[in-house]
């Protein structure tokens, strides 16, 4: 039981799930190379129009309100929906909801919407909570222990997992609290690693889907994959630039023995 | 006459073409990066109200349908009309067509406005010539083989040269069936390679379009100079993270004689 | 006094100045790299109904009109409104300006409110200051020397600093001219480099703002800290993909002393 959730990246790199990310325009492109490096397929089809089409042959989705214009946020609730009537599990990243109003109301109006798993830093898993004001800007100002009970209410409120992201990562159920000691301080050098985590989480609930691994085990093993790599690039680069280079080759190049080795699982 | 399609990249490097790129925002810069190396300028200018002002100043013009939004149908509209009025060369890259209904019917209604050339997966192809249903997102699930016929259908339908993307690449005129063998599967595993390649084909129709190069063979050695950057790339990395980087610097490096000597040219 | 503005980058590191970036899509994910490994932290808000918001608590704006939608607009006009209500310095990225008629006008409504800096390559400006038709796109047309005038037109119209880049940097105040080597012809192969030097800019202004350093040497500082890492890139790399990976890695390695040392500031 305490290793099952290694097992789900042989999932994700067998079933190479489709992830559909409506994120914001300034990760776009680093989250499609973490997905395609890690053993997932990205498409950002974020569109009114198409987002709720889309959200029926996706194997997961991915709900970013970073950047959002008017006519993605439109896009996002017609891909929610879409998902849900598919019965396509989609992860919500509230970034920086709590310090700004207008993503504030609109991320209250989803988070009911039964997302699989919500992402977020301590900032805002407290926010959406209702329990803070937010962070700055991307940057959290809580600590991940003070959002443990945070996290506790939004999962029971949605009945999704909720990973709380930090140096060492939370990740919570209703029944099951489990912290992962992984990563390096250099991940926080290089835009998009916190929002290409929640499209890797949408990628392993969707791998995952079909199988008898929970969706907990699902949310930790993306946060582990992630997290190993990023100790893995650090053994080959010390500045951002290579930093994000070798970030993405980790991610192709790690396995199940070394994510094992190299982070830490305590439940709770 | 066999090697005389090499040659457009001694115009490229010559003339800087100017390429204004309407493409999904999940590839701009990788694309742009992808032109500079090359040898190219890109410019992305797509709003409604600044395309077909550009258009007439731009060597060559992208149409790339990935993630369209309201108002960037409307500049692409513009665009294409900007392009046709002055006479400069415009690619068609009618990414996922098919495979979702409203950038289906939007590039059926501009496929006849004459692009100079079209550029897809198979699947798209096949989509587009009204044979198929279309793959999964930007994946294509036919082979290049059987888009031979579709390709040929577009071909004389449109009056432009027809280029199917895969293991092997296909380019095809009303007159004349080339076969490409080139490039490397790691392509596959790093964002917009292919969106590059539209816009790197608009590229070299405009640095050609005053020469006697003809606009078959200006894409097929759009197709070369990617084929071959790749092939370069994997001798240096096997990661995608890395063979990123090495991709943008073979692109900048290669030059003919190391193009002629790494990639195969079959007429049929 | 001749080399204070040397200090600036202390104050950035120490400071970590969050700077709201509204610009172009092309280049958001490389400008918040630079941010990063500057010393900075990015953050995009820019929709109408966050930005003026955002504006109040960033040290810093910047306004890059690359590829502007209607809608970012509006935020870019709500963000100036926030900005100077709040005391944030904001820089003015007048991108083509002069070569498109719509985002000319634009740019002739918001340059009047007061911009702390205005940076641009010599041709943006000239045409910013009504003396020249623009350039090709994003390429200047008119030598660096040439824009003098329209840059000192500029200082004296707006109360701001008005930086040219180009093979020298010269940077303009209503009272002062200094002219900045540095650089390496590499970056102008990288895609949003100088996109990314008004962000740095703009991260400059804030972490100085409560500081004696003038605004002068504060923008003179970013474009020497970005010139300087472009430098040091070139001693790594000698094409563009692995030298963008250099230049990331050297604005975040660059130190007081090696700026010194590899610049050259004149006084005119």
């Not at 290793?3 to 790199?13: A, E, G, P, Q």
């Not at 991940?187 to 969706?215: E, K």
């Amino acid at each position: 039981m305490a290793n099952s959730y290694l097992d789900s990246l042989t999932f994700v790199r067998q079933n190479t799930p489709l992830v559909q990310c409506l994120t914001n325009s300034v990760v776009m492109q680093v989250t499609a190379n973490v997905l395609l490096a890690a053993g997932a397929t990205p498409a950002m089809a974020d569109t009114p129009t198409e987002s709720a089409e889309f959200a029926a042959v996706a194997n997961g989705v991915l709900i970013n309100v970073g950047t959002p214009s008017a006519e993605q946020y439109l896009g996002m609730t017609q891909a929610i929906q879409g998902a849900n009537k598919a019965g396509t599990p989609w992860v919500l990243d509230p970034v920086a909801v709590g310090g700004l109003s207008e993503r504030t109301r609109f991320v209250e109006g989803i988070v009911d919407k039964q997302p699989a798993a919500i992402r977020g830093n301590a900032s805002e898993i407290v926010a959406l909570a209702g329990l803070g004001a937010g962070g700055r800007g991307v940057d959290a100002t809580d600590s991940v222990e003070a959002a443990l009970e945070a996290a506790q209410l939004l999962a029971r409120a949605t009945g999704g997992v909720v990973a709380v992201s930090g140096e060492q990562d939370l990740i919570v159920s209703t029944n099951r609290i489990t912290w992962l000691r992984s990563g390096d301080p250099m991940l926080q050098l290089v835009i998009g690693t916190g929002c290409s985590l929640g499209a890797l989480t949408a990628a392993y609930l969707g791998a995952t889907a079909q199988t008898d691994i929970s969706a907990h085990d699902a949310v930790l093993a993306a946060h582990a994959h992630l997290g190993a790599a990023g100790q893995l690039a650090a053994q080959q680069a010390s500045a951002p630039g290579s930093y994000a280079v070798a970030l993405i080759d980790a991610l192709y190049e790690v396995d199940v023995h070394m994510i094992a080795s190299l982070v830490e699982v305590y439940e709770a």
